[in-house]
């Protein structure tokens, strides 16, 4: 069964699993998430990514702003 839920797992996997993010997509997150008011769920379903991952970058924008 372990072979199975890994073939299932990785067929079922963001398709930007693992890529990196470009201004493109920054852009696109932030107005996703603040400008709709839409939840790192649907974003993450829109964007291809994690909801975990939609989640560290937006966490990852927030301290380059108030650093940069």
Do not use: C
């Amino acid at each position: 069964w372990v072979d199975k839920q890994r073939d299932i797992d990785y067929l079922t996997r963001p398709r930007n699993e693992n890529k990196n993010w470009n201004d493109e997509e920054d852009a696109r997150l932030r107005h996703m998430f603040y400008g709709e008011g839409r939840t790192q769920k649907e974003i993450g379903e829109l964007m291809g990514r994690s909801t975990r991952g939609i989640q560290k970058r937006l966490d990852r924008l927030r301290k380059m702003k108030v650093t940069g």
